[in-house]
């Protein structure tokens, strides 16, 4: 069974220019959240989708925004970057559905940005 | 947001020895208890976790007590290796007010096992 797939896995742009990355969920996983992991801040909650539809949001701008497809396949943009939106964004599925119902997250290898 | 603290931020022992990592957090209401284990260049992989009305839970050479009274839950690794070499995150998953893939994580803890 495949995992988390990320993409790109690396990838440098200059401020203020915008990115676009990728997830695509274990098969079945139809709940996507995204994390920034920076060695500053640590591991910080982004963005949670559940069948195209935002359910939570982390304490970022609104330059960081996301979306998910009918196939729970999920994207992040970031736009206008900064040297601070240098980090490893990580990405993770899971299989439970229900709002209180914590299930597994399993995580991708993550996209590794780093802005000049 | 929650806050979870986490110690030590590093770790070193000795190969078979015992490690052990400790995590505080301030909301009581906080009912998910998950560790995860991040290797270089890979993502968090999650080892073992534990619900609110579970005190301790163990698999193999893994453990994970918690105490809701003083709001610390901990892992131990026991008969320590070289492969357990890498970052542990504890993380929480709070009951009120949050969704299921939003977890709050520690800072982590770098283990360094020497052979």
């Known amino acids: 069974k495949a995992g988390v797939t990320q993409t790109p896995r690396y990838l440098i742009k200059t401020r203020g220019q915008q990115v676009t990355l990728s997830c695509s969920p274990i098969?079945?996983?139809?709940?996507v959240s995204w994390y920034q992991q920076t060695p500053g801040q640590g591991l910080q909650f982004l963005f949670e989708?559940?069948?195209?539809?935002?359910?939570n949001k982390g304490n970022f701008p609104g330059r960081f925004s996301g979306r998910q497809f009918s196939n729970s396949r999920s994207e992040m943009n970031v736009s206008t970057l900064e040297l601070g939106d240098s980090a490893l964004y990580l990405c993770?599925?899971?299989?439970?559905?229900?709002?209180?119902?914590?299930?597994?997250?399993?995580f991708g290898e993550g996209s590794r940005l780093t802005v000049l | 947001g929650e806050n979870v603290e986490q110690h030590p931020s590093t770790l070193s022992v000795q190969e078979g020895d015992s490690a052990v990592i400790k995590c505080t957090y301030s909301?009581?209401?906080?009912?998910?208890f998950p560790w995860y284990k991040q290797e270089l260049g890979k993502g968090p992989q999650l080892i073992i976790d534990?619900?609110?009305?579970?005190g301790e839970k163990k698999d193999q050479r893994i453990a994970v007590t918690l105490n809701k009274t003083a709001k610390h839950f901990s892992l131990h690794i026991t008969e320590t290796q070289p492969e357990d070499s890498a970052v542990y995150f504890c993380?929480?998953?709070?009951?009120?007010?949050?969704?299921?893939?939003?977890?709050?994580f520690g800072r982590g803890t770098q283990l360094t096992v020497w052979p």
């Open positions: 993770a599925s899971s299989l439970a559905t229900g709002i209180s119902n914590t299930g597994e997250l399993f």
């Open positions: 098969s079945g996983h139809r709940s």
């Open positions: 989708y559940f069948s195209e539809t935002q359910r």
């Open positions: 909301d009581s209401a906080s009912n998910y």
């Open positions: 534990i619900r609110s009305n579970v």
């Open positions: 993380a929480l998953h709070p009951d009120r007010g949050s969704t299921l893939g939003r977890l709050y």
